[in-house]
C-alpha cells in the first residue's frame, strides 16, 4: 500500500517537478527568439545589450528582459566559443536568476550556465561576482567565459592574490569578476580597514553566483578569514618602561578597581614627562601631548595597567617562563590566549620573562556572513539536495535539481561490506586488476592521502600502473584529472578529485593540443586539433567499450554530499559509467555507529574470510547514519552562527560607520555632537542629578575639563555661584569648548582641521574595534559555563555584547573628543615623520594580509609551497605572461601568437 506522501507525489509530483515544469514556458520563449538573434550582426549583439540596460535603467524588471538576454548570450556563446547551451542549462540559469542552488551533475555545463544569469544581472550595472575554489578556476574561467562577454560588450575581470592594486580595481570595476572566496573575504576586510574611499574595491554587493557551493557556504564557512599584524618586536621599549612604573608614588595614578581601570593623574603626568626624558624616551622639548609621543605613552600606560590592574597567581600564573592567563570565571588556565594591544607584553616585561612579539587581529569575517552581504545570492554545484535544509535556513537558497540534457547512464551498484580492511582492499585490488585488463578507466576515491599512498604502495605490488592524486600533487591535478578518462587509466585520488575540471571518457582533447602545441611550437594548430580529435574518437569508443569510466570508493565519507560527488565523476553527458563503494566494519562510518553487532551477527551468518555482504538495506543504513551525522554537525555549526551573528551585526554597523565618515566631506557637526555627549556624561558624572550643590564634585569637574576638553575654565566658580544650575553648567562647558576648538579649527585651516577629524576617527574607531574583538572573543570563551547556572548562553553573550558595544561607543567618543583637544599644528618635518609612519604601517597591514592569504591559499592548495625557478622550456613556471607580451619561449613572437595561441 502507498504511503500519502508517495500518492501524492505520483498525483501531483515532486515539489522540484513542478519548479522544472514552470520554467518550461520560458525556456519555449527563448528557443522562438532564437532565429531572430541569429540574424544579428556581432555589433548586433552588442547594440543588444546596450538597449536592455537602458530598459533595466529605465525600471524595467529583469525577469521581463530575461527571454530577450537569454537569447541574447546563447548567440553569444555559439559565435565566441561554438557552443550552443542546452535547455537544461537554460533552466539552471533561471534558478540562479532566481536567488537558488541549481544543483547540476558533473559535466553538465555549469560554467556556460552561470554566463546566462551572470549576463542578465550585470544589465543593472552594479557588478557580479563569480566566485570559484581556486585561483586557476577563476582565471581559467575568466578568460573562457570572458569570451562570451566580450562579443556582448561586457567588460570581465578577476582578482587574485599579490595583483598590483591597480589592476585589482579595475578588475572591481568590470562588468562580471571572477575571484575566489578567499580573495573576496581579505579584500572586504581589507576595504574596511582604508581610510579613502578611492582605495576601495568592493564598492557594493549586488549579485554573486558561488560555484561548488556546497564547498565554499558549508565545508569552508566555519573558518575565518582573520588579518593580523603589525607584530613588531619592541622587546626592549618594554623594559625600558618597565623599569619606570614601580618609581610611581600613590598620588601620580587613580585607580579604579570597580571598572578596573587605572589612569594617570595631572601630578603622574608632569613626574613621567621628567621620568621618560631622563632615560631618554622623550626627547628635551617633546611632551606627553606630542604625535610623535603615541607610541611611549600606549605602552607607558599598558605598563601601568599591567602593575596594578594585574596580579600573578590571580590574573595570570608564571609557568615554564610564559605568562598563561586565568579565566576568571571558570579558574582554569588559557593556554594560547594573550592579551591584545601590548598589554601581555607588559605583563612578561613585569616578570621578566621572554617577550613575544605583538599579533594584533585587525579585521575577521566568517564566508557565512560574508557572503549574507550581498543583495541577492545563488549558487551552483553537482551536489547539495543532502545540505537542502542548511541552505534554506542560514542563507535563504533553495535548492533545485535541473535535469540532465541526456539521461545517466551509469550503474551505480550496491555496497560491499567485508568485515576487516584488509579484506576489503584486496577485493578493491582484484576488481580494479579485472577492470584496467580490459581497458576500463578507474578511479579509486579515499578519504585521506595515507590511504591514497597505501593503495598506491598495493597497486605497484600488484603491478597496476596508476597516477596519484592528493594534496601533494595539487599542481598537477588538471593534468592527471585530464588524463583519468583515457583507455586503461587507474587514478587514485582524495576529495579534491578535479573540482571544476571533467574526466572525459578517452581524455580530455582541449589540452592534448595545448600539450602538443607547448611540444611543437611550429605545428600548425589546426592540424594537431584534427589529428588528435581523430585519435580521441577512437580512444573514446574503446573506452565506451570497455564499459566506461568506473568509480570505485574505499570508504563513506560522514555526508552523503563527498559519496555523490565522488560518483558523479562517472557518467557524465549520458555517457556510460559504474560506481561501487567498498568498505568495512573497522571503517570510521561503521565503527561509529555499531560495527560490533553486525559483526557478531556476521559471524553467526557463516560469513567466509573474503566474503562480503551486499544488500540495498545495508545502503539505506548507511544512508540513514550519514544523515544523522549531517543534522548533528549542521545543528553546531548552526548554534556557532547564532553567537557570530552578535558580532556580525556589530561589525555591519562598524563599517557602515566608516564607510559614512569616508564618503563624508564635513565630519564637524559629528565630532560637536561627540564632544557634547562627552560634556553630558561628564556633568551626570561630577554633578549628578538629583542632588545638592554641596554633593557635587567640582574638582573632578574642573580636572576633566582640562584632559577630555583641553580648556582651563572657572569650573569651581561656576559650582559655587548662588543657585548653580547643573543645565547652565553644561551649557558654559559646550560654548567654551565649541570656541577653543573653532579657535583651533582657523589656526590649522578649515580643510585641514576636515582631515585631521576624519582621520582621528577611522584610527579610533579601528583601534576601539580592534579591543572589543579580543573582548567579544574572551565573552565568548567564557558564556558556556552560564549554563550550569540555568542561564542561556546565548542571550547572556548578546546582552552582554550588547552593553560591552555601547560602552565601546562611549569610549570612542572619548578618545575622539580628547585626542582632538590635543592635537597642536604640526612642522614640516614632523608632518613628513606621519606621513612616512602611515605609510610603514600601511604597508605592514597590506604584508599581514598577504600573509594571511598565502597561509590560506597553502591550505587550500592553491599556490606551491616553493618558489618556481623560470626555465623557458618549461610553460608552468612561466607565471601570468600578458597577450600582447613576448613569449617566455625565446621565439621571438607575441605570446598570443605563440604558447598563448587560442585553438
Known sequence: MLGIGTLAKKVFGTPNDRKIKATLPLIAQINDLEPEFEKLSDDGLKEKTEEFRRRAKDGEALDSILPEAFANCREAARRALGLRAFDTQLMGAVFLHGGNIAEQKTGEGKTLTATFAAYLNALTGKGVHIVTVNEYLAKRDAAWMGKVFGTLGLTTGVAYSQMPED????????????????????????????????????????FAIVDEVDSILIDEARTPLIISGPSDDRSDLYRTVDTVIPVLQDDHFSLDEKTRNVTFTDEGNEFLEAELRRRGLLEEDQSLYDPESTTVVHHVNQGLRAHKLFQRDKDYIVRDGEVMLIDEFTGRMMPGRRLSDGLHQAIEAKEDVEIKPENVTLASVTFQNYFRLYDKLAGMTGTASTEAEEFREIYGLGVVEVPTNKPVARADEDDQVYRTAREKYEAMIEEIKKANERGQPVLVGTTSIEKSEMLSQMMKAAGIPHNVLNARQHEKEAQIVADAGKFGAVTIATNMAGRGTDIQLGGNVDLQVLDAIASDPD???????????????DEKAKVIEAGGLYVIASERHESRRIDNQLRGRSGRQGDPGRSAFYLSLEDDLMRIFGSERLDKVLKTLGLQEGEAIVHPWVNKSLERAQAKVEGRNFDIRKQLLKFDDVMNEQRKVIFGQRREIMEASDLSEITTDMRHQVIEDMIDRFLPPNTYADQWDGEGLYAAAITQLGIDVPVLEWVDEDGADDEVIRERLNEASDTFM????????????RNIEKQLLLQSIDGKWREHLLTLEHLRSVVGFRGYAQRDPLNEYKNEAFQLFESMLDSLREDVTQK????????????????EQIRAQQAQMQEAAERAEQKVAAEHGDTPQAETVFDENDPSTWGNPGRNEPCPCGSGKKFKHCHGRLV
Open 167 to 206: 589592476e585589482k580595481r579595475t578588475a572591481y570595476e568590470s562588468d562580471i569578476t571572477y575571484a575566489t572566496n578567499n580573495e573576496l573575504g581579505f579584500d572586504y576586510l581589507r576595504d574596511n580597514m582604508r581610510s579613502e574611499l578611492s582605495q576601495i574595491f568592493q564598492k557594493q554587493h549586488n
Open 523 to 537: 605545428a600548425d594548430p589546426e592540424a594537431l586539433r584534427s589529428r588528435i580529435e581523430a585519435e580521441h574518437a
Open 820 to 835: 582632538l583637544a590635543q592635537i597642536r599644528p604640526m612642522t614640516e618635518d614632523e608632518q613628513r615623520a606621519m606621513v
Open 742 to 753: 573653532a579657535e583651533k579649527a582657523e589656526a590649522f585651516g578649515s580643510e585641514n582641521m
